[in-house]
């Protein structure tokens, strides 16, 4: 009747959980399933850690990227202009221009910019800035800029003074109300040449991009206030387009160079930052084959377990064989012990990675504390904190990864108690 029974039955499962269950006498087999259970559990941990941290930040470096800054930068070919010898990319129609591409589909923003780089001043403090001249009305289309829970001051009176970066504000010691002095070397134009503009703006907006580089050294100014600053006045330098699915903007490549003219050029937010999100992606392939060594060493150890266990056991194995279980029975048996360890590891790494993903704030600031402050630069890092992003497909991966390994290291520990002769077990006993 051994021949006919059915694979996994009550039986084994009872065998293979008393096994589980080594008594004191038996410490090293017990041990060596708690070392397992143990390794497989940080393993798991580690990889949904590292793989919620890394889908964090990339969720927050491109939201940040999107929310402060054009999905796509129309501009022009240059013209040499007669009378400096310069090459000149300015648009002077940039209305026309702006309503061309407003009507492509998949476009919900066109907005003509002046740019410059100045130098910004408060009393003996000063800061290199970029100066962004642009309308309220698109500026506060802007999430990331325009956002109450993060600015300060009132964005509605941009008209009248000049909105700058959290880090320029710090930077200047600079508060809402202050006035802070724009200096170009690209001023005023006078018979003895061009002498440098001094215009000093009340403060009346700052904002937190939620990007350092941003907050450090951007700043907006009216658009018509800013073609008078830097003697562009009837022409803007580029027009910035937002669109609906900014992550398929290759799509709009060739609908926007229509819509923009003979003389239209584009530049999208992956031209700007794809040298760094290709590296963050080179980043990740390389940590995810790293952590999936690790759970592989783990999962060794269940091995190891294994080994000592059918070595202990083998008296067990001859009386088991002897009275009519089969070599499929005994695998499964041992098979079980395995599989149950690396399961029951996996199952507590993903409790413990998702509780560490929901949970990285406070865990962070806790860390953070004890080290003493500074563990997160965001200068270098970019972004002001250390997020985490839960995706289900990160965790089905690394717990297919874990029980996959888990599986397959089992079966050899296991085919080698199932084949184990049971003369040759029980000759010495």
Known sequence: MAGTTAPFSR????????????????????TMTWISLIGITLAVFALIATLAVRAGFRAEFVDTILGANAHVTVYQTGEVNEVTGRIDR??????TMAENLRGVEGVTRAAPLVKGQVMANMRDRNAGVEVFGIRAENLAELPRIADPA?????????????????????ELGVMVGD?????SPNGVKTAFGTSPRINAYE??????AGRYDIDRTRVYLPFDEAQRF???EGVADEIEVMITAPEDVEKMLVPLMKAGGDRALVWTWKDASGGFLRALEVEDNVMFIILSILVLIAAMNIVSGLIMLVKNKGRDIGILRTVGLTEG????????????????GTLLGVVFGCLFAIYIDPIFS??????????WDPSIRGIYNLPAKLEAGDVISAMALSLGLSFVVTIFPARRAARMNPVEALRYE
């Open 179 to 183: 006035k802070i002095k724009i200096i």
């Open 329 to 344: 029975s005994v695998l499964r048996v041992f098979f079980i012990c395995g599989a149950f360890t690396g399961t029951l």
């Open 203 to 208: 403060v009346v907006y700052i904002f937190s």
């Open 150 to 170: 993060t600015g300060q001051g009132d964005i509605a009176r941009f008209d009248e003074g000049i909105a700058v970066g959290s880090g320029v504000a710090r």
């Open 90 to 95: 300015s648009i002077h129609d940039f209305e």
């Open 230 to 232: 830097f003697n562009r």
């Open 366 to 375: 806790f860390v953070n504390v004890m080290m003493g402050g500074g563990v």
């Open 11 to 30: 039986f084994e499962w009872m065998i293979a959980w008393r096994y589980l269950r080594a008594r004191k006498a038996e410490g090293g087999v017990s």
